[in-house]
């Protein structure tokens, strides 16, 4: 399996806004091309991940969770996005790949810095208790969240302030510095390491 970085999934509107909305827009598989978000208001899921034209889609119902916050459902389809972004089944995945797309998931929105400490990720996780409806309004499986567990990735993401040529190019760089670095760590995220050491360098030459 293929994997790469997740890169801007999610934006959303500020708390203090008048009124918040959310905006899935971002979304890339694991060859860094775009994954298109659609809202579909006449689907049930909040989320589902779809096939067209050989493509991989995300439609989306905003409205399709009410009773959630606007961070717990952005990072829901942030979570759906982590799937698409490393290489994961549409549907009927296991327990341990479901919580790996929730740590990298946590991680987009903290790289978006609507997650910005320890309290934030409480509240995000007591958030997330989830009924048998609202689990079925999502790709799955079921599972108890433990967001507090994910360690902090040390993958660093190119600035959604960049334009878009010179983010779509920074992006295919990170791409290839991610995949060597889960090579070279053979999928298990370390922060230190010859591994690291050799991602920041790569990092470093992409001109973030």
Not at 52 to 81: S, W
């Amino acid at each position: 399996m293929r994997y790469a970085l997740i890169l801007s999934a999610i934006l959303i509107a500020p708390a203090h806004a008048q009124q918040a909305s959310l905006i899935f827009d971002g979304c890339v598989d694991a060859a860094g091309q775009p994954v298109r978000a659609v809202a579909d208001v006449s689907q049930r899921q909040f989320v589902r991940i779809a096939t067209e034209d050989g493509r991989p889609v995300l439609r989306y119902n905003a409205d399709a969770l009410p009773r959630r916050r606007d961070l717990t459902r952005g990072f829901l389809f942030a979570q759906a996005c982590a799937r698409v972004n490393l290489g994961m089944s549409p549907d009927g995945i296991s327990v341990a790949d479901a919580r790996r797309a929730d740590c990298w998931g946590l991680e987009t929105l903290r790289r978006s810095q609507w997650i910005n400490d320890s309290a934030d990720v409480s509240r995000l996780e007591a958030d997330l208790d989830l009924d048998a409806d609202e689990w079925a309004r999502l790709p799955g499986p079921a599972h108890p969240f433990s967001l507090a567990s994910c360690r902090r990735e040390a993958l660093r993401l190119p600035s959604a302030t960049r334009p878009d040529g010179d983010r779509r190019a920074a992006n295919a760089c990170l791409h290839a510095c991610g995949d060597r670095l889960f090579r070279c760590q053979k999928g298990a995220l370390s922060e230190a390491g010859a591994c690291m050491s050799a991602f920041d360098a790569c990092e470093a030459a992409c001109g973030r």
